[in-house]
């Protein structure tokens, strides 16, 4: 079943990557380059599943992630993260992340993560 996906990620590139390959199964109702942009399009777009980097400016995806989990408990974030990033994935899932995937992404891993998330 098709969510609604929002895509935060400070690179053009990865939210261009991530759009591709969501496109053809679910909708993508918004998309953010900053933590701060996140919170703002998340309570406008009201997503089903959010794909938020860890690593951005302003406000990183893990201060995000709380601040929408803190406002929406049942949110479903998933953690676009580098294979290196080890240790802030483990903050992300204390502050609620409800899963991730690594770079560079997998149609299937993608997908799979989004259906995992919103199962629970």
Not at 12 to 35: P, S
Not at 56 to 76: C, L, V, Y
């Amino acid at each position: 079943m098709p969510e609604n996906v929002m895509i935060v990620d400070d690179s053009d590139f990865m939210r261009n990557l991530l759009r591709e390959i969501l496109d053809e199964e679910h909708h993508i109702v918004g998309e953010a380059e900053n933590g701060v942009e996140a919170v703002e399009l998340y309570r406008e777009a009201e997503p089903n599943v959010v794909m938020m980097d860890i690593a951005m400016p302003i406000r990183d995806g893990i201060e995000a992630t709380a601040a929408i989990k803190d406002e929406s408990p049942g949110a479903s974030v998933i953690m676009c993260t580098s294979v290196e990033q080890e240790e802030m994935m483990k903050e992300a899932i204390k502050a609620g992340a409800d899963g991730y995937i690594t770079k560079p992404f997998q149609k299937p891993n993608v997908l799979e993560a989004i259906d995992d998330a919103v199962a629970h």
